[in-house]
C-alpha cells in the first residue's frame, strides 16, 4: 500500500476525496504504484469492498507541466464514449492540489492482461495466439483511425494538417528547454526531418504512443481497450503506425525502443506484415512511404526517453526499478537510431 506523500498520492485525503466523489467507493481506499509508466503516475486503487479503479496524476514536482497535463488525458477518453475505441470510462477528476499537490483523475480499472514483457508473452500468451494478438492490435489502430474527429468534439484540429512540424517543434523545444545534457543526434535528427516532411492526408485521432503493452487484452485475444491517452491529439494517423512498427522489436534486430520489449520472443508476425494489415484495413487511396514515420518515431521516443533521464535525474518519477543511468544510455541509443534512419531518408 502507498502511504508517503513522497510516493505521490496523501493517502487519507484522496481517499475521502474517493467517498465523496467516485460512486460506490467505500473507505478506506488504498492505493498501489502500478509498474511500468514513465511518464505520468498511475495507482492501483482498491476500496474496502475489493472494488478497484486507476488514478493518474503528473510525475512529482511537475503538477502542471503542459507535457503531462492529465485533465487533458481524461477530456480526450471522454470524448471517446460513444466511439467504437475501447478506452476506459473516466469516473472522476480532481483539479484541487490540496488534496495529493497535483490534479489527477480516477478511471474504470479494465480486467485483462497487460503484455509488457517477454516473459508475460511466454507465461500467458501461447506462440500460436500471437498472430490473432497482432492483428486485433492492428485493427484497434485502424479503427481508432476510422473516427471522424469532428464528431468526437475535436473541431477546428481536424481542419489542421500541420501534425507533423508541430511535434516536431513540440518534442524540440521540450527537449531543449528541460535537459541536462546534449544530444547532437537529436537536433540533427529533427533538422533533417523539418526539411522532408510529407504531405499530411486527411486528419485522425492520433494516439501518441500507440504500442502493444499500452493495450488490455481479453482472454479471446481481442483488445479490452486502449491505455495512457495523455499525448493524444490529431493529426496524421500514419504517425502513430510508425511508432507501433519502431516499438515492434523482432527478435534479431540491433537497437530496441524498449529495453524489454514484450516482442523480442517468437511467433509474432513481421512488422512488414503489420504494415500489410493496416493498409488492407485502413485502404488510403495511395500507398504511404512510411520510411520518414519511422524515423519520427525513433526521434521522437530518444526525446521522450531523455525526459525520462532528466526526471529520475531529478527524483521527479519517485521509487524506480531503473536508475537514471540506464534510461540515459537508452536515450543515446535511440538517438543515434533515429538519426542513422533520418539519413536514409531521400530529398
Known amino acids: 500500500m502507498t502511504s508517503a506523500t513522497d510516493s505521490g498520492i496523501r493517502v487519507d485525503a484522496v481517499s475521502d476525496w474517493f467517498i465523496e466523489h467516485v460512486g460506490g467507493a467505500v473507505g478506506p481506499v488504498q492505493f498501489t ?15 474496502a469492498d475489493g472494488t478497484r479503479w486507476v488514478l493518474r496524476r503528473p510525475p ?18 471522454g470524448r471517446l464514449r460513444g466511439t467504437p475505441v475501447p478506452a476506459p470510462l473516466v469516473v472522476g477528476t480532481c483539479d484541487d492540489d490540496s488534496v495529493t499537490g497535483a490534479p489527477f483523475f480516477v478511471m474504470e480499472h479494465l ?10 508473452v511466454t507465461d500467458t500468451l501461447p506462440a500460436d495466439r500471437r498472430p490473432a494478438v497482432a ?7 485502424s479503427g481508432l483511425h476510422a473516427v471522424d474527429p469532428r464528431e468526437a468534439g475535436w473541431g477546428e484540429l481536424a481542419d489542421r494538417d500541420d501534425y507533423l512540424a508541430r511535434q516536431l517543434h513540440r518534442w524540440s523545444a521540450n527537449w531543449a528547454q528541460d535537459r541536462v545534457r546534449v544530444l547532437d543526434d537529436i537536433g540533427r535528427t529533427h533538422d533533417r526531418l523539418v526539411e522532408r516532411i510529407p504531405t499530411q492526408g486527411p486528419a485522425r485521432i492520433v494516439h501518441g504512443d500507440f504500442r502493444l503493452d499500452n ?18 491529439t490529431v493529426g496524421d494517423p500514419l504517425a502513430d503506425l510508425g511508432q507501433l512498427l519502431v516499438y515492434w522489436a523482432q527478435p534479431d534486430d540491433d537497437v530496441w525502443a524498449l529495453e524489454n520489449p514484450p516482442t523480442a520472443v517468437p511467433g509474432f508476425p513481421t512488422r512488414n506484415d503489420l504494415v500489410e494489415q493496416y493498409l488492407a484495413a485502413a485502404a488510403p487511396e495511395t500507398v504511404p512511404d512510411i520510411d520518414f514515420y519511422i524515423a519520427f518515431n525513433w526521434w521522437k521516443i530518444a526525446c521522450i526517453v531523455e525526459g525520462v533521464y532528466t526526471r529520475t535525474l531529478r527524483g521527479a518519477m519517485g521509487e524506480s526499478d531503473r536508475s537514471p543511468e540506464s534510461f540515459g544510455a537508452q536515450a543515446q541509443r535511440l538517438a543515434a537510431q533515429a538519426w542513422r534512419h533520418a539519413q536514409r531518408l531521400g530529398s
Not at 504504484?33 to 476500496?47: F, H, M, V
Not at 512529482?60 to 477518453?77: I, K, P, W, Y
Not at 492483428?135 to 489502430?141: D, E, F, S, Y
Open 135 to 141: 492483428t486485433a492490435l492492428v485493427r484497434t489502430l
Open 111 to 120: 480486467d485483462g492482461v497487460i503484455l509488457r514483457d517477454p516473459e508475460t
Open 60 to 77: 512529482l514536482g511537475m503538477a502542471h507541466s503542459r507535457a503531462h497535463d492529465v485533465l487533458r488525458e481524461a477530456t480526450v477518453l
Open 215 to 232: 493495450c488490455m487484452f481479453r482472454p479471446d485475444d481481442t483488445v479490452a481497450g486502449i491505455l495512457d491517452w495523455e499525448l493524444t
Open 33 to 47: 504504484r502500478i509498474a511500468g509508466g514513465r511518464s505520468n503516475l498511475t495507482y492501483l486503487a482498491t476500496d
